[in-house]
């Protein structure tokens, strides 16, 4: 276990750095620079030499990627080019706002697919599988951009209930959370059903009944606790997924979160806030997968050891 | 084959609808009824069945019905040309990683999981940055994460075929590695590989389509039906038809390719049967 | 009928298998499992139900639990009587109170039987609180004893580890004592010992019968393997395609088996004279989707007659040997040749 | 061409049902449009218009209310705060800062920080009398030093001020005592009051800002002189402030509050999907809005706890050649892709109406504009086929202009923000028409705009200003080659007639050179004029004293108070 948490450890380590590296040199070689931003787009040539030099984007790439690394060593992390706030301010904001988006639709998936997925499975064929199935169906192809445009023009536009975008109070958080949800809740059902069929067809499933154990326990306290190991080693995935495919759902509903506010930094061109972002994007998409491996062993007790 | 997947009414229905879609993209620059770039400013925003239109018109008059169609021929494009290519090198790094193992692998599989630590859509937001909108950099993304995907599934199917007696008898009989691979392993290797690659043209697709709608992938006046979306947002309270024709559109064709994805997992591998 | 009036049956009797059928019924076909078994057994009584896989022994005894593989399992004939009521006509729910408290089943998979989440002990709790409502501490020191008494080492600490740290043997004990922590009347044993490596097969026969002795109740030993009955049982039935083709106390059995199935059966048993050739049945057993008009054994048997192909044989006693039964048109002298 | 109903006729009566106009102005401009008169006084007595008159007479006699926090949405993002060096000065603007001068519903100058102003002989020295007791936010007294550090630094090629071409007259500006302001020019200037009064110009302390330094300021610290004190800056989503309560009040003639704000506080939100706004404001999320999407316009104005203003807008979207790519060079060439331009169909079907076609460089809603620049710039593709075979380029069989084997496709650069897409399609489908290849590319703005610097064959650009023939100059003097004269359009002729009207004594001579301008321009086509969008603005019956003004492209926010 220990030599595990080592080698990712190191893994994060090598990826986050190959990150770093290529945001530097990807924000820098793409047209434009964040002076379009800062000064007025009729600013004279002048202006504009004097702010870059400021900034120091008149070194060549790799000088400045040196300056950069050095900063972060003395612990000067930056700040934003254009707002000034400092990098750590800006990705606790918008990182927060995004783990409390991708945590809400995770939660809102897991609380309906978990049992969906075991009615499913439990009453095989019955009417309520073949439903709950074809909305997995239904949940996986619908674009979640197209179906906040639905929610929109239903909630917002016609029934006048919730705000159409923005963030604040929860009711700004229900509609893109739901949305958001809609794609995972799809997947866990299918798999939980899946899973929980596998397991109800298991030899301790049989030796329980032959205890006389009640059905309802065998189901909910055996069966559905060992069909949800795959959904955990799952879980990794949608998080780093939800953060990331987020973008989408954040851009519809301008819920400023971290990939809606990655695109907004990287059009601006401000430099120290995109690669802030990308590389939080990528240590949590990162660390979502380590943590999923090690519920993984908290779970399963044959995992634990060794 | 055949018989097997129309053995399940859904999974049939799903590769009917596939085919037809599909065929139906192909042929837009020969089925679609105008150019799908062609405006007519003063006949815009007509409803469905208008006359002359079947699907109507957008903002700029533009025949929607061939910009569906064009659409779609782009969603294919995009989805089975990446998969293909990314499935293409995928496998070929996931079968030299399984086959060979040692170093060769524990290379191949560092790389593999470098790229697959990478956030899909950081990976786009950045190509879009460097390279400007447009598919290349769309595609170049899908790419360049999927591959890993591949190359995953594929070298632990290889790790496990490698064990099998006729790969070891044919190793025993001398032949060198090259013709067992592609002889021996490969055959057996390709079903998982094929089932992960359905799911992952319906997804390139949904991508695409997302990318297009938020005005960071195909440019105008090129037709995506996720750019279509995009636009026909800001009238969606004139004309409520131009955002929910595309969006149908997209649905059916993902949805018919995860139904068909289903279907050739039943089939190939059946460990992992839903039912 | 004929089977039913000669099923013995009395005030010593414990349960009765009466015509008991079994259908397992698939998408397409219907495999005839078990066909008008009828078999009782006594009090602290072991029989020993023997044949090959498939010829209906574990679906005879999962037939008495209520535990056929839903949804294609079903009875379809005859009855199960327990006590004074049938089995098979009991709701779900009051079979359950039977289960694991009067009729206790261990099963051929140590490895895979267990819920692999949960530790042995909670699992063992978990029998006893299925059925008597202790507290969680009382309930822990009887399965502590329970664990003691199938002599697995140091119980308490055993009884905090998870299925995965046990050897396939301290598992079967643990699955033992599992299913005797109630002290069952009667215990379905279905090749308890299969899965295992010899030396402890042995142990677990032995427990078996240790614990028989002291609980004083009765075993149903299912195994293909005649050796392990002949060491335990009081009788044995011999099973074919679904049906009782031989019955006899043990002894007996094995001096003058008639069947020429139970006699080839009894020939493959490895003997310290006999390990060079070891006699094998020729053949495969036959399919039990489409019942045989005649003797199922025909196909197979080396003393095969007209009539066996187009008549299907009773069980017939043998006169003078009390509970000794077989069916056969053409029963042959046994010589251990 | 222009009648009752039309987009400019709609503008005019907005603006007089607004009080933006006297009725005599009225009179004159709908004149102007060819109404006849006795059409005119009908109008005048249309019940609808006297209603909302008196409407909008009643709210602003009932008693205002303290308190509250104005909600208002925006269809563009918000900048640094900076005036000298924005990238565009937001409404903030009005609320954060003051100006020496500024224009009242009449277009007229009225004294803001300066309570009087006065003109040498010789035209060349400006006097300007500023108003005691005006201070900064920080407490630091408003003097005309104050001022005279602000216009000074504005001067300096290095401040990055847009405004440097407006202000190349100026030699110097003064301040010879503490309410008195000097500014010293190189030649008579009649645009002066112009320059001085745009968000650009506005006043902002120096001390403050030199410490923090140019680039930084207005980033977490503001210190002007406005009835608001700055609280935040999220680009991208908002900007708010609160009452500064010391506000030592306003000396504006048309301001009825003399004294500190009505409001708690003021939040612009940034809402850049076009459909939302209207949304936004319909889901009570917004108290104002600027900027509905025009195909939602309509629907708002059914409704009936909403006041729509819709104003003419000191802009104007076109498209710019690149003289140095093709032959834009060449006149004819760009006429013609002048003349395939459907702009009538472009205003009807794109903005639904809600603007008007541009055939002169300057807005048609601007006071200075003149009408005969309509002789040109008419939409006809025959014209544009004329024009480009006497150029010398013929259709070849892909139905392509050609000339000496070289095909004339060229790039049109646009920003991706969805209408400047659209446009652009519109575009490369009229120019299709004529035989002209477009390769549209859309990008970022940051994209976007160093392409234009470096060059690129086309483009497209909306400017928007006070006094547009000033941002004209900007965009167009040769001497502003490469940035911003995109287009690198070289015309003597506009050239002189931008000297002319930079030289202008009285307000007479500004409005010939003005008129001389336009004419040039129209004919010359620096650019290509397409269209000016309507500037309509949304605010809930619960909202008083809301008085946007076209001229100050932002209404002030005294007067603003909201009803509970």
Same mark, same amino acid.
């Given at each position: 276990?220990?030599?595990?948490?080592?080698?990712?450890?190191?893994?994060?380590?090598?990826?986050?750095?190959?990150?770093?590296?290529?945001?530097?040199?990807?924000?820098?070689?793409?047209?434009?620079?964040?002076?379009?931003?800062?000064?007025?787009?009729?600013?004279?040539?002048?202006?504009?030499?004097?702010?870059?030099?400021?900034?120091?984007?008149?070194?060549?790439?790799?000088?400045?990627?040196?300056?950069?690394?050095?900063?972060?060593?003395?612990?000067?992390?930056?700040?934003?080019?254009?707002?000034?706030?400092?990098?750590?301010?800006?990705?606790?904001?918008?990182?927060?706002?995004?783990?409390?988006?991708?945590?809400?639709?995770?939660?809102?998936?897991?609380?309906?697919?978990?049992?969906?997925?075991?009615?499913?499975?439990?009453?095989?064929?019955?009417?309520?599988?073949?439903?709950?199935?074809?909305?997995?169906?239904?949940?996986?192809?619908?674009?979640?951009?197209?179906?906040?445009?639905?929610?929109?023009?239903?909630?917002?536009?016609?029934?006048?209930?919730?705000?159409?975008?923005?963030?604040?109070?929860?009711?700004?958080?229900?509609?893109?959370?739901?949305?958001?949800?809609?794609?995972?809740?799809?997947?866990?059902?299918?798999?939980?059903?899946?899973?929980?069929?596998?397991?109800?067809?298991?030899?301790?499933?049989?030796?329980?009944?032959?205890?006389?154990?009640?059905?309802?326990?065998?189901?909910?306290?055996?069966?559905?606790?060992?069909?949800?190991?795959?959904?955990?080693?799952?879980?990794?995935?949608?998080?780093?997924?939800?953060?990331?495919?987020?973008?989408?759902?954040?851009?519809?509903?301008?819920?400023?979160?971290?990939?809606?506010?990655?695109?907004?930094?990287?059009?601006?061109?401000?430099?120290?806030?995109?690669?802030?972002?990308?590389?939080?994007?990528?240590?949590?998409?990162?660390?979502?997968?380590?943590?999923?491996?090690?519920?993984?062993?908290?779970?399963?007790?044959?995992?634990?050891?060794? | 084959?055949?018989?097997?997947?129309?053995?399940?009414?859904?999974?049939?229905?799903?590769?009917?609808?596939?085919?037809?879609?599909?065929?139906?993209?192909?042929?837009?620059?020969?089925?679609?009824?105008?150019?799908?770039?062609?405006?007519?400013?003063?006949?815009?925003?007509?409803?469905?069945?208008?006359?002359?239109?079947?699907?109507?018109?957008?903002?700029?008059?533009?025949?929607?019905?061939?910009?569906?169609?064009?659409?779609?021929?782009?969603?294919?494009?995009?989805?089975?040309?990446?998969?293909?290519?990314?499935?293409?090198?995928?496998?070929?790094?996931?079968?030299?990683?399984?086959?060979?193992?040692?170093?060769?692998?524990?290379?191949?599989?560092?790389?593999?999981?470098?790229?697959?630590?990478?956030?899909?859509?950081?990976?786009?937001?950045?190509?879009?940055?460097?390279?400007?909108?447009?598919?290349?950099?769309?595609?170049?993304?899908?790419?360049?994460?999927?591959?890993?995907?591949?190359?995953?599934?594929?070298?632990?199917?290889?790790?496990?075929?490698?064990?099998?007696?006729?790969?070891?008898?044919?190793?025993?009989?001398?032949?060198?590695?090259?013709?067992?691979?592609?002889?021996?392993?490969?055959?057996?290797?390709?079903?998982?590989?094929?089932?992960?690659?359905?799911?992952?043209?319906?997804?390139?697709?949904?991508?695409?389509?997302?990318?297009?709608?938020?005005?960071?992938?195909?440019?105008?006046?090129?037709?995506?039906?996720?750019?279509?979306?995009?636009?026909?947002?800001?009238?969606?309270?004139?004309?409520?038809?131009?955002?929910?024709?595309?969006?149908?559109?997209?649905?059916?064709?993902?949805?018919?390719?995860?139904?068909?994805?289903?279907?050739?997992?039943?089939?190939?591998?059946?460990?992992?049967?839903?039912? | 009928?004929?089977?039913?009036?000669?099923?013995?049956?009395?005030?010593?009797?414990?349960?009765?298998?009466?015509?008991?059928?079994?259908?397992?019924?698939?998408?397409?076909?219907?495999?005839?499992?078990?066909?008008?078994?009828?078999?009782?057994?006594?009090?602290?009584?072991?029989?020993?139900?023997?044949?090959?896989?498939?010829?209906?022994?574990?679906?005879?005894?999962?037939?008495?639990?209520?535990?056929?593989?839903?949804?294609?399992?079903?009875?379809?004939?005859?009855? !199960?009587?327990?006590?004074?009521? +049938? @089995?098979? $006509?009991?709701?779900? #729910? /009051? *079979? &359950?109170?039977?289960?694991?408290?009067?009729?206790?089943?261990?099963?051929?998979?140590?490895?895979?039987?267990?819920?692999?989440?949960?530790?042995?002990?909670?699992?063992?709790?978990?029998?006893?609180?299925?059925?008597?409502?202790?507290?969680?501490?009382?309930?822990?020191?009887?399965?502590?004893?329970?664990?003691?008494?199938?002599?697995?080492?140091?119980?308490?600490?055993?009884?905090?580890?998870?299925?995965?740290?046990?050897?396939?043997?301290?598992?079967?004990?643990?699955?033992?004592?599992?299913?005797?922590?109630?002290?069952?009347?009667?215990?379905?044993?279905?090749?308890?010992?299969?899965?295992?490596?010899?030396? !402890?097969?042995?142990?677990?026969? +032995? @427990?078996? $019968?240790?614990?028989? #002795? /002291? *609980? &004083?109740?009765?075993?149903?030993?299912?195994?293909?393997?005649?050796?392990?009955?002949?060491?335990?049982?009081?009788?044995?039935?011999?099973?074919?395609?679904?049906?009782?083709?031989?019955?006899?106390?043990?002894?007996?059995?094995?001096?003058?088996?008639?069947?020429?199935?139970?006699?080839?059966?009894?020939?493959?048993?490895?003997?310290?004279?006999?390990?060079?050739?070891?006699?094998?049945?020729?053949?495969?057993?036959?399919?039990?989707?489409?019942?045989?008009?005649?003797?199922?054994?025909?196909?197979?048997?080396?003393?095969?007659?007209?009539?066996?192909?187009?008549?299907?044989?009773?069980?017939?006693?043998?006169?003078?040997?009390?509970?000794?039964?077989?069916?056969?048109?053409?029963?042959?002298?046994?010589? &251990?040749? | 061409?222009?009648?009752?109903?039309?987009?400019?006729?709609?503008?005019?009566?907005?603006?007089?049902?607004?009080?933006?106009?006297?009725?005599?102005?009225?009179?004159?401009?709908?004149?102007?449009?060819?109404?006849?008169?006795?059409?005119?006084?009908?109008?005048?007595?249309?019940?609808?218009?006297?209603?909302?008159?008196?409407?909008?007479?009643?709210?602003?006699?009932?008693?205002?209310?303290?308190?509250?926090?104005?909600?208002?949405?925006?269809?563009?993002?918000?900048?640094?705060?900076?005036?000298?060096?924005?990238?565009?000065?937001?409404?903030?603007?009005?609320?954060?800062?003051?100006?020496?001068?500024?224009?009242?519903?009449?277009?007229?100058?009225?004294?803001?920080?300066?309570?009087?102003?006065?003109?040498?002989?010789?035209?060349?020295?400006?006097?300007?009398?500023?108003?005691?007791?005006?201070?900064?936010?920080?407490?630091?007294?408003?003097?005309?030093?104050?001022?005279?550090?602000?216009?000074?630094?504005?001067?300096?090629?290095?401040?990055?001020?847009?405004?440097?071409?407006?202000?190349?007259?100026?030699?110097?500006?003064?301040?010879?005592?503490?309410?008195?302001?000097?500014?010293?020019?190189?030649?008579?200037?009649?645009?002066?009051?112009?320059?001085?009064?745009?968000?650009?110009?506005?006043?902002?302390?120096?001390?403050?800002?030199?410490?923090?330094?140019?680039?930084?300021?207005?980033?977490?610290?503001?210190?002007?002189?406005?009835?608001?004190?700055?609280?935040?800056?999220?680009?991208?989503?908002?900007?708010?402030?609160?009452?500064?309560?010391?506000?030592?009040?306003?000396?504006?003639?048309?301001?009825?509050?003399?004294?500190?704000?009505?409001?708690?506080?003021?939040?612009?939100?940034?809402?850049?999907?076009?459909?939302?706004?209207?949304?936004?404001?319909?889901?009570?999320?917004?108290?104002?809005?600027?900027?509905?999407?025009?195909?939602?316009?309509?629907?708002?104005?059914?409704?009936?706890?909403?006041?729509?203003?819709?104003?003419?807008?000191?802009?104007?979207?076109?498209?710019?050649?690149?003289?140095?790519?093709?032959?834009?060079?060449?006149?004819?060439?760009?006429?013609?892709?002048?003349?395939?331009?459907?702009?009538?169909?472009?205003?009807?079907?794109?903005?639904?109406?809600?603007?008007?076609?541009?055939?002169?460089?300057?807005?048609?809603?601007?006071?200075?504009?003149?009408?005969?620049?309509?002789?040109?710039?008419?939409?006809?593709?025959?014209?544009?086929?004329?024009?480009?075979?006497?150029?010398?380029?013929?259709?070849?069989?892909?139905?392509?202009?050609?000339?000496?084997?070289?095909?004339?496709?060229?790039?049109?650069?646009?920003?991706?923000?969805?209408?400047?897409?659209?446009?652009?399609?519109?575009?490369?489908?009229?120019?299709?028409?004529?035989?002209?290849?477009?390769?549209?590319?859309?990008?970022?703005?940051?994209?976007?705009?160093?392409?234009?610097?470096?060059?690129?064959?086309?483009?497209?650009?909306?400017?928007?200003?006070?006094?547009?023939?000033?941002?004209?100059?900007?965009?167009?003097?040769?001497?502003?080659?490469?940035?911003?004269?995109?287009?690198?359009?070289?015309?003597?002729?506009?050239?002189?007639?931008?000297?002319?009207?930079?030289?202008?004594?009285?307000?007479?001579?500004?409005?010939?050179?003005?008129?001389?301008?336009?004419?040039?321009?129209?004919?010359?086509?620096?650019?290509?004029?397409?269209?000016?969008?309507?500037?309509?603005?949304?605010?809930?019956?619960?909202?008083?004293?809301?008085?946007?003004?076209?001229?100050?492209?932002?209404?002030?926010?005294?007067?603003?108070?909201?009803?509970?």
């Amino acid at each position: 276990m220990i030599g595990f948490i080592l080698k990712r450890l190191l893994y994060t380590i090598v990826v986050m750095f190959i990150a770093s590296v290529a945001i530097f040199y990807a924000l820098r070689v793409a047209p434009g620079d964040p002076v379009n931003a800062i000064l007025n787009p009729t600013a004279m040539e002048q202006a504009r030499a004097a702010l870059r030099a400021r900034l120091g984007l008149d070194l060549p790439i790799w000088e400045q990627y040196f300056v950069y690394v050095k900063h972060i060593f003395q612990g000067d992390t930056g700040e934003s080019l254009l707002t000034g706030k400092t990098i750590p301010h800006v990705l606790a904001t918008y990182g927060l706002r995004s783990l409390v988006l991708a945590g809400t639709a995770l939660l809102i998936a897991y609380a309906i697919a978990i049992p969906l997925g075991v009615l499913a499975a439990v009453r095989r064929n019955s009417i309520w599988d073949q439903a709950a199935m074809f909305f997995a169906n239904l949940g996986m192809g619908i674009p979640s951009f197209w179906l906040a445009l639905l929610l929109i023009l239903l909630f917002g536009a016609t029934l006048h209930w919730l705000p159409i975008e923005g963030s604040g109070d929860l009711r700004h958080l229900i509609l893109p959370a739901s949305v958001l949800s809609v794609e995972s809740l799809a997947v866990t059902m299918r798999l939980m059903r899946s899973s929980m069929l596998e397991q109800l067809g298991q030899d301790y499933v049989r030796t329980l009944r032959a205890k006389g154990v009640r059905g309802r326990r065998i189901i909910w306290v055996h069966v559905v606790r060992n069909a949800l190991i795959p959904i955990i080693s799952l879980t990794g995935l949608r998080i780093g997924w939800l953060i990331g495919y987020a973008v989408i759902v954040e851009t519809v509903f301008r819920w400023p979160g971290l990939g809606y506010e990655l695109v907004d930094s990287v059009i601006r061109r401000d430099y120290p806030v995109a690669q802030g972002l990308s590389l939080l994007l990528t240590l949590a998409v990162l660390s979502a997968n380590f943590l999923a491996n090690m519920a993984y062993a908290v779970v399963d007790p044959r995992l634990r050891k060794g | 084959m055949w018989r097997r997947l129309a053995a399940n009414r859904l999974v049939l229905l799903g590769t009917v609808i596939t085919v037809v879609i599909v065929t139906l993209g192909i042929l837009a620059p020969w089925i679609s009824p105008d150019d799908y770039a062609k405006q007519d400013l003063l006949s815009s925003l007509e409803p469905p069945l208008s006359k002359g239109h079947l699907l109507g018109t957008d903002q700029l008059g533009r025949d929607t019905l061939s910009r569906i169609l064009h659409g779609i021929r782009l969603s294919i494009f995009v989805g089975f040309v990446i998969t293909a290519i990314s499935l293409f090198f995928g496998g070929l790094l996931g079968l030299a990683a399984g086959y060979y193992r040692g170093k060769v692998d524990t290379a191949i599989s560092a790389v593999i999981d470098i790229f697959w630590g990478f956030p899909l859509i950081l990976v786009a937001v950045l190509l879009v940055g460097a390279l400007g909108p447009g598919l290349l950099a769309l595609m170049l993304a899908v790419g360049l994460i999927n591959w890993a995907g591949f190359a995953r599934v594929m070298r632990g199917e290889v790790l496990a075929l490698r064990e099998r007696e006729f790969v070891e008898a044919a190793r025993a009989l001398g032949i060198n590695d090259l013709r067992i691979m592609w002889r021996h392993v490969l055959p057996h290797a390709v079903p998982a590989t094929l089932v992960l690659g359905s799911y992952y043209v319906a997804l390139a697709i949904i991508f695409e389509a997302g990318f297009s709608f938020i005005g960071m992938g195909v440019q105008p006046p090129n037709p995506s039906l996720g750019q279509m979306i995009g636009e026909a947002r800001n009238y969606m309270l004139v004309d409520s038809w131009l955002m929910t024709i595309p969006g149908v559109t997209i649905a059916v064709l993902v949805i018919a390719l995860n139904l068909l994805g289903d279907g050739l997992r039943d089939i190939f591998d059946p460990r992992l049967k839903d039912n | 009928m004929t089977s039913r009036d000669r099923a013995e049956s009395g005030p010593d009797s414990l349960i009765d298998l009466r015509g008991l059928s079994v259908e397992l019924r698939m998408r397409k076909r219907t495999v005839h499992a078990v066909n008008a078994v009828s078999l009782s057994l006594a009090k602290e009584e072991t029989l020993g139900l023997v044949g090959e896989s498939g010829s209906g022994k574990t679906m005879t005894a999962l037939a008495i639990m209520g535990l056929l593989p839903a949804p294609f399992g079903k009875v379809v004939a005859g009855e !199960v009587i327990f006590d004074g009521k +049938d @089995l098979t $006509a009991l709701s779900d #729910s /009051e *079979l &359950r109170k039977i289960r694991g408290n009067q009729i206790s089943m261990v099963f051929q998979e140590p490895m895979t039987s267990l819920d692999p989440l949960f530790t042995i002990g909670s699992q063992i709790v978990e029998a006893i609180r299925a059925h008597r409502d202790l507290g969680r501490q009382e309930a822990k020191e009887l399965a502590v004893s329970m664990l003691e008494r199938v002599h697995i080492p140091s119980p308490r600490q055993r009884f905090d580890s998870y299925p995965h740290e046990l050897s396939g043997g301290m598992r079967q004990r643990a699955m033992i004592a599992t299913a005797l922590i109630l002290q069952p009347e009667l215990l379905l044993a279905d090749e308890p010992t299969t899965a295992l490596d010899v030396t !402890v097969q042995a142990q677990i026969l +032995d @427990l078996i $019968a240790e614990l028989k #002795s /002291e *609980l &004083r109740m009765g075993v149903l030993l299912i195994t293909h393997n005649l050796a392990v009955v002949r060491e335990v049982a009081n009788r044995v039935a011999v099973m074919y395609a679904g049906e009782i083709v031989e019955i006899a106390p043990t002894e007996r059995l094995f001096e003058d088996p008639r069947h020429p199935y139970t006699q080839g059966l009894i020939l493959s048993i490895p003997t310290s004279r006999r390990v060079s050739h070891l006699h094998v049945i020729p053949g495969r057993p036959p399919d039990l989707t489409r019942l045989a008009t005649g003797c199922p054994f025909a196909p197979r048997c080396p003393y095969v007659t007209n009539r066996c192909e187009s008549e299907h044989p009773r069980l017939e006693p043998v006169s003078g040997a009390d509970g000794h039964s077989f069916r056969c048109w053409n029963p042959q002298a046994f010589s &251990r040749a | 061409m222009t009648s009752q109903g039309s987009p400019e006729f709609e503008n005019l009566v907005g603006a007089l049902e607004q009080n933006l106009i006297s009725r005599r102005q009225f009179v004159s401009r709908a004149a102007a449009l060819g109404l006849s008169l006795p059409a005119i006084s009908g109008i005048l007595a249309s019940p609808g218009v006297a209603a909302r008159s008196r409407r909008t007479g009643r709210a602003a006699a009932s008693a205002p209310r303290v308190g509250g926090t104005l909600r208002e949405g925006y269809d563009l993002d918000f900048s640094r705060m900076d005036p000298i060096n924005t990238s565009w000065y937001d409404p903030g603007f009005f609320a954060l800062y003051e100006a020496l001068i500024t224009l009242d519903p009449k277009a007229k100058f009225v004294p803001q920080l300066a309570q009087s102003w006065s003109v040498s002989a010789d035209g060349k020295t400006w006097t300007f009398k500023i108003r005691k007791g005006a201070k900064f936010q920080s407490g630091a007294p408003l003097t005309a030093a104050s001022i005279a550090a602000v216009y000074n630094a504005i001067v300096n090629p290095k401040s990055g001020s847009p405004q440097i071409a407006m202000w190349a007259p100026v030699i110097k500006s003064v301040a010879t005592g503490p309410t008195t302001l000097q500014i010293h020019l190189k030649h008579p200037y009649a645009n002066l009051p112009n320059v001085v009064a745009t968000g650009y110009s506005r006043i902002v302390n120096m001390a403050v800002r030199s410490k923090l330094g140019a680039t930084d300021y207005g980033k977490k610290v503001i210190d002007g002189s406005g009835p608001f004190r700055f609280v935040d800056w999220v680009p991208g989503d908002h900007v708010s402030v609160k009452r500064w309560d010391a506000y030592p009040g306003s000396i504006t003639p048309f301001f009825k509050n003399k004294g500190k704000a009505y409001l708690d506080g003021i939040n612009w939100r940034y809402i850049q999907e076009a459909a939302s706004r209207a949304l936004a404001i319909e889901n009570g999320e917004l108290d104002a809005l600027h900027g509905p999407a025009p195909q939602d316009i309509g629907r708002l104005k059914g409704n009936s706890n909403m006041v729509v203003t819709q104003l003419g807008e000191e802009s104007v979207w076109f498209m710019g050649l690149n003289f140095d790519r093709m032959e834009f060079g060449d006149v004819r060439v760009r006429q013609a892709v002048s003349h395939a331009i459907d702009r009538d169909a472009i205003v009807k079907k794109l903005v639904f109406g809600y603007g008007t076609p541009a055939f002169g460089p300057l807005p048609t809603s601007d006071p200075t504009y003149y009408k005969n620049v309509e002789q040109f710039n008419q939409f006809d593709p025959a014209k544009s086929k004329a024009l480009m075979s006497a150029a010398g380029w013929t259709a070849g069989s892909d139905g392509i202009l050609a000339k000496g084997g070289n095909k004339f496709s060229f790039e049109l650069a646009v920003t991706n923000e969805s209408f400047s897409t659209q446009l652009a399609s519109v575009l490369q489908a009229a120019l299709k028409d004529i035989g002209m290849d477009v390769k549209v590319n859309a990008y970022d703005r940051a994209t976007h705009f160093s392409k234009l610097g470096s060059g690129v064959d086309s483009f497209t650009f909306k400017y928007l200003w006070p006094n547009p023939y000033d941002v004209y100059i900007v965009l167009t003097a040769s001497s502003a080659i490469p940035i911003p004269n995109w287009e690198h359009a070289k015309i003597p002729a506009l050239d002189a007639a931008h000297a002319k009207f930079q030289s202008a004594r009285t307000p007479a001579q500004l409005l010939a050179a003005s008129r001389n301008g336009q004419m040039v321009g129209a004919e010359q086509l620096p650019f290509v004029p397409i269209f000016t969008p309507s500037n309509v603005w949304v605010n809930t019956k619960k909202v008083h004293g809301y008085l946007p003004l076209p001229w100050n492209l932002y209404p002030y926010y005294n007067d603003v108070w909201l009803e509970t």
